[in-house]
């Protein structure tokens, strides 16, 4: 089934659904523009209007539903953008209005976290400015019902994301992941930005519905082009490879943050750009997304690996991150068949990443921020809330059955083995790792003995921290099973991004669900032997070749270095030779000249009255002369 | 003899907001002769104030209830669409320079003192300030509203005198710097007074042409007068020579810097705004109304004025290291781009209202954002007075990053970035003037940008990424300057996201085009 | 051209008048001398010896002679309204009243603020 046509709406809260980027905005910009006067009550702003922007978008859900499927694609026009080249306006449909959900409500209950997590850091004001901020342009990213819109809310969340990175710039390492962010996503948003431009030049508009209705039929090269730039942009903000350094590296940035952005929201941008140009640029089966698949099957086995061997809580989850979208992005690449299961393991993925990078943070909280689950071990019992809703949250990412995670990555890996069984394979091996590596992460943290530093005092965190990782919890149990059982979450995005012909049927008992949950038992039971019982040193062994591999992230910075920067270096050198020689002499020639001019024209003002009077005379002699000729041509 | 001269008719509503202006402006100097010195101050500001606003309101009436197609007052006097918007543009602009002037500390205590004089001392610390401000503040904005609505080369001529003569005098007033401010008001009353008489001159010439000195009657003896050619070319280019003059295109522009640099910062940025606006809107109307069936002759000296003024505007900027001087230049760069403007008028009905609309917006973009500018380099002072110096500028970013980043927001709408109201206005000129076949205008003006980018970016980088120095400039922010800044900033970035309803309104007040 | 013949004979006559009337005058006229005769004409107040290179010249000359123009100029305003004064009517009345208020006002500040004191 294709997308159904998009139709013009107004009135009722669809109406006023800007409402939803205007409100986190005003907050933004009140909370920044205000300065030191706000600091009392800046936080409870920041989680008011981003409470506020959730609460339209449950209305907006609300209203959407009560229309007919087929018309539940609604254009809202908001002002002419650039006059002649695009409108500016905003798209409520399923697709958008599932992340709208995400965004909000996570983002609600991170803010509500943060009041907790940030309460003795001296800028939170302005933490809770950039946590609006990013709301914003994120919701911005998704509502946009144009290419130039959707790009402006992505600059906003990669500033956003800058921003937040660097939050505590005073550490060296926060401001260089921060730049290194900045500049890896640059590489994606440049391929972002070609792509808009080549859409532009074939259809002579960059609106979805304008793309989607146009007459124009550009040559299938370009269509390839169109999709792999796409792709581009989608690998640099989901942290695909081949450009997933930054974001280990953006660990760096307040716990919240990194649950927020960095887990549940802005890293899956690149899978919403895809899913919302699957019809138009990644049709089933053509190259581009066929590149999607295989980019997606490479970076989620990347990510578990890369999980696997690091110590660093954070970053352990972070690779898992990037092998979850990775999950992702190959439903994407296989066309509506996966949609809908990579959205909704886009949203399950929400809640119990978001649970668990809280958890996280809330164990950071309690330890002095020590971040080396080394020295953790044993917390269950001084942090009982934390361990019970970090436990949901790690049972729904393994896939423990009827837990959130469980439908969902099921669905895609069924989806991907009868779209190749190759891919299909991987991803129940990329399950298995899985299974090890986010058990050896909560038995390092929370079983075994006691690791601790002498002068950590673990405790459990306060009530406004536990309770957004209760609610979050409870959404890792039940929402997967809520979206996926009956296919009603693929009925309800159909309209949006189309379906299969054939609604799939969900087979408890299929031959790759049963091995993925041997191997994730494995795995487990693996990760039980070597973190669990065992004794876990306090200082990293030595390990193997392998275990160096995934602990230098599979050399992603050492392939980087070499395969970019040196060869940039040596292409920067030879650049600056001929530059100094060839363009250097003519761009300096053409500003001396300029500045030379300017240095001379100058002395025509010398400040005497007489001598201004003349030109003026002057000039209206030759006006007067011109005239004459002109006249009389 | 007796008995043939009809009473004329006028129609007072519709010239309200002038008469309002010149209203107030009248009892502002009734304030000035018998209020005692210590209240003038407390009734001038309230009374400036209220007076613009609500000649603002009255504008903004008259535009909802209905805009006249005919010309009024016996057809001297034009409120038409555009004059209409040009109105509320100046009122606008106006009202938020004089935020700017109610601040303290910007003009002289007493004028007539020899700089540097006993007299000056003894008025200094008796606290006298120069009230009059108001009052001539206020003679001006009635002479920018009537000069883009006058209707005949006469009325346009006193308007021009009304206008310019109360800001030959505000130029003088700065209390800083007192001998570069009298030069400024001297040259600027020396140069203005030579190029009124080539407007006068240009006036008589038209009237022995036309037998009129109604602009509408100029174009119809267009048609009908043969073989005085030579009065017509002399007569308009005359003319032309005291609008290009105000406007500070060049070869006319000599006077703006030394003018702007030496006159009150808040007079500056009215001047810079409402001035232009005004005679922007003075030069479309002659150069539509009047001489609309002669494009063939004028628009390729306006090809050459617009191509010299940019071009002369963005290369001496760029030498220039004193900021109001850089800003007059930048100005006079801006005159330039408008100028592509005027010359996309012509064509049709069609292509008119477009570049007309497309220029009435520029010059709401500009007119706020060089305000702004002029305001925060208001803020910027050593202990002689605001520092003008660039290299006084160096490392505000990192002393006051605030002013910083607000200066810089104005000068890259200076330089017409994407999502600031500079980009919208030139795009929407540029492609007027493209519509209008004037591609390599439109290439000039893009060069010129780009040349003009590198000043403004000098400017930021400067602010930026410079150390401060030791003894660097404070940064003072009064309650006025800062309301200034932060309606100007709302301004630039709103009509760079949101330009469409000031575009629409533009174009809806462009559509009637100017009556004739 | 033609048109423009008469002008040029009249401007020629007057020249020629002006520059004969004044050499003519040395010859043709008495010569007493007297030193007040030799003074630059000054309103009939003594000059002061000028400072070397100009100096600053008092204001007071020049208020004077502004404040004149401008009562000059109302006067001759008011003159073309009073021989058409039948037929502009009550406009015409209303209009050089609000016109001599405006003055008025100009001349109360010049009045308050001691332009017309002489010291």
């Known amino acids: 089934m294709e997308p159904a046509k998009i139709i013009e709406h107004s009135g009722g809260v669809i109406g006023v659904s800007w409402l939803l980027i205007a409100l986190p905005l005003l907050g933004a910009a009140f909370l920044l523009l205000g300065g030191r006067k706000t600091d009392k009550f800046g936080h409870l702003l920041g989680v008011a209007t981003a409470v506020a922007s959730f609460v339209v978008g449950v209305l907006v859900f609300l209203q959407l539903l009560g229309f007919d499927p087929a018309e539940r694609r609604r254009a809202v026009p908001l002002y002419d953008f650039i006059p002649g080249l695009t409108k500016m306006g905003l798209l409520v449909d399923p697709l958008s209005i599932s992340f709208v959900l995400l965004i909000t409500g996570v983002g609600s209950l991170i803010h509500i976290y943060s009041i907790g997590y940030m309460a003795h850091d001296p800028n939170r004001r302005r933490f809770f400015a950039y946590l609006n901020l990013f709301v914003a342009a994120m919701l911005l990213l998704v509502l946009a019902d144009n290419y130039i819109g959707l790009y402006v809310g992505w600059e906003g969340v990669g500033l956003a994301s800058y921003l937040l990175i660097g939050f505590w710039q005073h550490k060296p390492s926060a401001a260089t992941a921060a730049k290194k962010a900045f500049i890896v996503n640059r590489v994606g948003d440049f391929g972002l930005a070609i792509a808009i431009f080549t859409i532009f030049t074939a259809f002579n508009t960059v609106s979805f519905a304008g793309v989607m209705e146009s007459g124009a039929d550009p040559s299938q090269g370009t269509l390839t082009a169109i999709g792999l730039l796409l792709l581009l942009g989608a690998c640099g903000k989901s942290a695909q490879l081949p450009l997933q350094s930054w974001l280990l590296d953006a660990m760096e940035g307040p716990t919240p943050v990194s649950a927020l952005i960095h887990a549940a929201t802005m890293v899956t941008a690149g899978v919403y750009l895809v899913t919302r140009s699957g019809a138009m640029f990644f049709p089933e089966g053509s190259t581009a997304a066929i590149a999607v698949t295989i980019v997606g099957v490479a970076t989620l086995l990347a990510g578990a690996i890369i999980g696997t061997a690091k110590d660093d809580i954070k970053k352990a989850l972070a690779g898992s991150t990037m092998s979850q979208i990775g999950y992702m992005m190959l439903a994407a690449g296989i066309g509506p068949a996966g949609y809908a299961f990579a959205i909704a393991h886009l949203i399950t993925h929400g809640f119990f990443k978001a649970d668990m990078f809280l958890g996280a943070g809330s164990v950071m909280h309690g330890m002095n921020d020590e971040v080396d689950m080394r020295k953790y071990g044993g917390l269950r019992k001084v942090m009982p809330i934390t361990f019970a809703t970090f436990l949901v949250g790690y049972l729904a990412i393994i896939g423990f059955p009827l837990l959130s995670g469980y439908f969902t990555k099921d669905g895609i890996i069924e989806s991907a083995m009868e779209y190749s069984s190759t891919l299909g394979w991987l991803a129940v091996l990329g399950a298995g790792i899985t299974g090890f590596y986010m058990s050896r992460l909560v038995f390092m943290t929370f079983f075994g003995k006691k690791r601790w530093e002498a002068d950590a005092h673990p405790h459990e965190s306060p009530a406004v921290m536990t309770w957004p990782l209760i609610i979050l919890s409870v959404g890792s149990i039940f929402l997967g099973g809520f979206l996926i059982v009956g296919n009603r979450f693929m009925t309800f995005l159909g309209p949006a991004v189309g379906q299969p012909e054939h609604l799939p049927s969900f087979h408890p008992f299929s031959v790759p669900g049963l091995v993925t949950l041997a191997l994730v038992a494995a795995g487990a039971a693996l990760a039980w032997f070597k973190y669990g019982a065992a004794e876990v040193p306090v200082t990293a062994p030595r390990g193997s070749f392998l275990t160096t591999f995934a602990r230098r992230d599979l050399y992603g910075d050492a392939l980087n270095e070499a395969l970019f920067m040196r060869p940039g270096q040596w292409l920067t050198r030879l650049a600056v030779f001929f530059d100094n020689r060839g363009i250097d002499g003519l761009v300096n020639g053409i500003a001396a000249g300029i500045g030379g001019t300017s240095g001379r024209l100058r002395r025509v003002q010398t400040g005497f009255v007489r001598s201004y009077a003349l030109s003026i005379f002057i000039g209206a002699a030759i006006l007067v002369g011109a005239w004459f000729v002109v006249g009389n041509l | ?516 | 051209m033609e048109l423009y013949v008469p002008i040029l004979v009249l401007a020629v006559l007057a020249a020629g008048f002006a520059a004969f009337s004044v050499s003519i005058a040395p010859f043709t006229g008495p010569k007493r001398w007297n030193r007040a005769k030799l003074d630059a004409y000054e309103c009939g107040i003594e000059p002061t010896p000028q400072p070397v290179g100009g100096g600053r010249f008092p204001l007071k000359y020049m208020i004077t002679a502004m404040l004149f123009i401008v009562f000059d100029i109302e006067i001759i305003f008011l003159y073309p309204w009073a021989v058409a004064f039948d037929s502009l009517g009550l406009f015409g009345l209303v209009e050089m009243v609000l016109f001599i208020v405006t003055v008025l006002v100009a001349y109360a500040y010049v009045w308050r603020r001691r332009g017309l004191d002489w010291d």
């Not at chain 2, 050619?229 to 280019?237: F, K, Q, R, S």
């Not at chain 2, 017409?416 to 290439?443: D, E, H, W």
């Not at chain 2, 309803?501 to 809806?508: G, I, K, R, Y």
């Open chain 2, 1 to 516: 003899m007796n008995g043939t001269i009809p009473a004329p008719t006028i129609e007072y509503a519709l010239l309200a907001p002038m008469l309002v202006v010149f209203g107030a402006a009248i009892i502002g100097v009734l304030v000035e002769a018998f209020a005692p010195r210590y209240l003038r101050s407390a009734i001038h500001k309230p009374l400036t104030l209220l007076t613009l606003a609500g000649a603002f309101v009255i504008t903004i009436w008259q535009a909802r209830t209905g805009i006249p197609t005919t010309p009024s007052a016996m057809g001297a006097v034009a409120v038409d669409g555009p004059a209409l918007f040009i109105w509320g543009t100046i009122l606008v602009l106006a009202f938020v320079s004089v935020l700017l002037i109610n601040d303290e500390g910007h003009f002289v205590a007493s004028a007539a003192a020899v700089p540097g004089s006993a007299e000056e001392e003894r008025a200094l610390t008796e606290g006298a300030t120069h009230t009059e401000v108001y009052p001539l503040v206020l003679f001006a904005v009635g002479g920018m509203l009537l000069f883009p609505a006058a209707n005949d080369l006469l009325a346009m001529f006193v308007a021009l005198e009304v206008m310019s003569l109360p800001l030959y005098l505000l130029c003088g007033l700065a209390r800083r710097r007192r001998l570069l401010s009298q030069e400024a008001a001297v040259k600027y009353f020396l140069l203005g007074a030579f190029s009124s008489a080539f407007f006068l001159y240009g006036t008589a010439l038209l009237y022995g042409y036309a037998g009129s000195v109604d602009l509408a009657k100029i174009n119809t003896a267009l048609g009908s007068v043969g073989g005085q050619d030579t009065l017509l070319y002399i007569g308009v280019a005359m003319l032309g020579v005291g609008l290009l003059f105000k406007i500070g295109a060049a070869p006319f522009q000599a006077w703006k810097p030394d003018v702007y640099q030496g006159s009150p910062t808040p007079i500056t940025a009215l001047m810079a705004s409402g001035t232009l606006v005004a005679a922007f809107g003075a030069l479309l109307r002659v150069f539509w109304v009047a001489l609309g069936g002669l494009e063939w002759s004028w628009t390729p000296i306006m090809w050459g004025v617009a191509i010299l003024t940019m071009v002369v505007g963005a290369i001496l900027a760029i030498t220039q290291t004193d900021i109001k001087r850089m800003l007059a230049y930048s100005s006079i760069a801006h005159g330039g781009f408008l100028l592509i403007g005027v010359v996309a008028l012509g064509n049709n009905q069609q292509q008119n209202a477009s570049a007309l609309s497309a220029l009435l917006f520029y010059l709401v973009a500009y007119g706020f954002t060089t305000v702004g500018a002029f305001a925060v380099v208001t803020t910027v002072r050593d202990a002689g007075g605001e520092a003008w110096h660039l290299s006084r500028w160096a490392g505000l970013g990192k002393r006051r990053p605030l002013v910083a980043v607000v200066f810089s927001l104005f000068l890259l709408a200076f330089a017409g970035i994407p999502l600031t109201s500079g980009f919208f206005g030139k795009y929407a000129v540029f492609q007027a003037a493209v519509a209008a076949g004037a591609t390599p205008l439109v290439v000039v003006g893009v060069v010129s940008s780009a040349i003009a980018a590198f000043f403004y970016v000098r400017v930021i980088v400067l602010m930026f990424f410079s150390d401060p120095a030791a003894d660097g400039p404070s940064v003072v922010i009064p309650g006025g300057t800062w309301a200034v800044g932060a309606v100007a900033v709302l301004a630039t970035v709103v009509l760079g996201v949101f330009p469409q309803p000031v575009l629409d309104l533009a174009h809806t007040a462009a559509q009637s085009l100017f009556v004739r």
